[in-house]
């Protein structure tokens, strides 16, 4: 120290400035190196943190619901395929017991089920895009409640005879209530043998079936057209699966139609599917070596119906009205909406929002205001 005082006073006044600033700026430079030094690790603990915390919200079900959009994928699943833009071909199927089990009914991207007769016989309709199976059946008359989901669905109408309501709508265009909503492309059995054919195991009137390669055909004879625009559904992406599943139990939902057409679900979180039971008894596809029907999403509507004539039903599946949806093991709200004849039948949640279904097939089960309708967790 002395040494340095010593040196300090033989300086002039110019030597002394030069050595103060360098020492100021030795000391900054330190001081800098520092700082940074520190921010660099704040920086690497924030990002750890903030990656952790959204963690935390995936595995804890947090995040928003978020909509997949697929190139190439089937407006009615969401799943993707060749012929993605296949027309969709709708198929009057029966819901009788003695027709059981159904051929196609796996394949189906949507499947329909309503009354025929108000609170008791139901029938299906299975509504194809990517898959096209070479046996679908039994195959059923056509209804005129059924044809307004057909026309929302941009669908060709597929059926064995029909309700003469049905019949002069498909051939007018015109509903019996008047309304001119031009004509659905239809292919009927009694009036086009190529494509369907019956089989000799299953007893008669159910013993009806048709190849939908061949429907394809005779429809191009026919000039109808093949392809669609359909704007379809929206679907939800695989992180807003797997959070809504962090909660899933496996659960029954019993849907309350009557006697043998009885409809219970088993939910499986293994497979996040659920597995039909008809009147308590699995149901598999006759046609597709006898595989389980599993849905991903099941929509319970309820909408009223009333006898036509005593012998024919309409069930009022237009405006809008209440339900619930089942996928990823949760129950939800719904109100559903089809605003007119032509509309797309579409769902809404609580919200106020479209649902975003699960991609795979939908079964969409329609009740009467009054049926009962049970979700139990096992």
């Given at each position: 120290?002395?040494?340095?005082?010593?040196?300090?006073?033989?300086?002039?006044k110019k030597e002394k400035y030069i050595?103060?600033?360098?020492?100021?700026?030795i000391v900054g430079i330190i001081g800098v190196g520092v700082y940074a030094f520190s921010r660099v690790g704040d920086n690497s603990e924030t990002a750890q943190e903030t990656k952790e915390e959204k963690k935390a919200d995936e595995v804890g079900?947090?995040?928003?619901?978020?909509?997949?959009?697929?190139?190439?994928?089937?407006?009615?699943?969401?799943?993707?395929?060749?012929?993605?833009?296949?027309?969709?071909i709708a198929v009057m199927m029966a819901g009788d017991n003695v027709a059981r089990p159904l051929s196609g009914l796996s394949q189906a991207e949507i499947v329909v089920e309503m009354p025929v007769i108000t609170g008791s016989v139901t029938r299906l309709m299975g509504v194809y895009v990517c898959n096209l199976p070479d046996e679908v059946g039994s195959i059923r008359s056509a209804r005129q409640d059924y044809i307004s989901l057909v026309r929302g669905w941009d669908?060709?109408?597929?059926h064995w005879g029909g309700s003469h309501f049905a019949l002069d709508e498909l051939k007018t265009g015109k509903r019996y209530t008047g309304e001119d909503l031009g004509k659905v492309p239809d292919i009927d059995a009694i009036s086009s043998s190529g494509p369907f054919f019956r089989k000799s195991t299953v007893p008669a009137p159910h013993n009806g079936f048709?190849?939908?390669?061949?429907?394809?055909?005779?429809?191009k004879k026919r000039e109808y057209a093949l392809e669609t625009n359909l704007e379809g559904y929206k679907f939800q992406s695989k992180n807003t699966i797997e959070a809504e599943k962090q909660?899933?139990?496996?659960?029954?939902?019993?849907?309350?139609f009557g006697g043998v057409f009885a409809t219970s679900w088993e939910y499986n979180t293994e497979d996040n599917s659920y597995t039909r039971y008809w009147a308590e008894q699995k149901d598999v596809d006759r046609g597709n070596n006898d595989a389980e029907i599993k849905a991903k999403n099941i929509v319970v509507i309820r909408a009223s119906s009333r006898q036509i004539e005593g012998q024919?039903?309409?069930v009022t599946i237009y405006g809008k009205g209440e339900g619930k949806?089942?996928?990823?093991?949760?129950?939800?709200?719904?109100?559903?909406?089809?605003?007119?004849?032509?509309?797309?039948?579409?769902?809404?949640?609580?919200?106020?929002?479209?649902?975003l279904l699960v991609p795979g097939q939908t079964f969409i089960q329609v009740i009467e205001p009054g049926q009962n309708l049970k979700w139990e967790l096992n």
């Amino acid at each position: 120290m002395k040494t340095f005082l010593k040196r300090w006073a033989t300086l002039n006044k110019k030597e002394k400035y030069i050595v103060i600033f360098s020492l100021f700026l030795i000391v900054g430079i330190i001081g800098v190196g520092v700082y940074a030094f520190s921010r660099v690790g704040d920086n690497s603990e924030t990002a750890q943190e903030t990656k952790e915390e959204k963690k935390a919200d995936e595995v804890g079900g947090l995040l928003e619901a978020s909509e997949e959009k697929l190139t190439n994928a089937s407006p009615l699943t969401g799943v993707q395929c060749d012929n993605y833009k296949q027309r969709p071909i709708a198929v009057m199927m029966a819901g009788d017991n003695v027709a059981r089990p159904l051929s196609g009914l796996s394949q189906a991207e949507i499947v329909v089920e309503m009354p025929v007769i108000t609170g008791s016989v139901t029938r299906l309709m299975g509504v194809y895009v990517c898959n096209l199976p070479d046996e679908v059946g039994s195959i059923r008359s056509a209804r005129q409640d059924y044809i307004s989901l057909v026309r929302g669905w941009d669908a060709i109408y597929v059926h064995w005879g029909g309700s003469h309501f049905a019949l002069d709508e498909l051939k007018t265009g015109k509903r019996y209530t008047g309304e001119d909503l031009g004509k659905v492309p239809d292919i009927d059995a009694i009036s086009s043998s190529g494509p369907f054919f019956r089989k000799s195991t299953v007893p008669a009137p159910h013993n009806g079936f048709v190849s939908l390669p061949k429907v394809i055909e005779l429809a191009k004879k026919r000039e109808y057209a093949l392809e669609t625009n359909l704007e379809g559904y929206k679907f939800q992406s695989k992180n807003t699966i797997e959070a809504e599943k962090q909660d899933s139990k496996n659960g029954k939902l019993y849907v309350g139609f009557g006697g043998v057409f009885a409809t219970s679900w088993e939910y499986n979180t293994e497979d996040n599917s659920y597995t039909r039971y008809w009147a308590e008894q699995k149901d598999v596809d006759r046609g597709n070596n006898d595989a389980e029907i599993k849905a991903k999403n099941i929509v319970v509507i309820r909408a009223s119906s009333r006898q036509i004539e005593g012998q024919y039903n309409e069930v009022t599946i237009y405006g809008k009205g209440e339900g619930k949806i089942y996928h990823n093991g949760q129950e939800k709200t719904i109100t559903w909406k089809k605003e007119g004849f032509k509309d797309t039948l579409r769902f809404y949640g609580e919200d106020g929002q479209e649902i975003l279904l699960v991609p795979g097939q939908t079964f969409i089960q329609v009740i009467e205001p009054g049926q009962n309708l049970k979700w139990e967790l096992n």
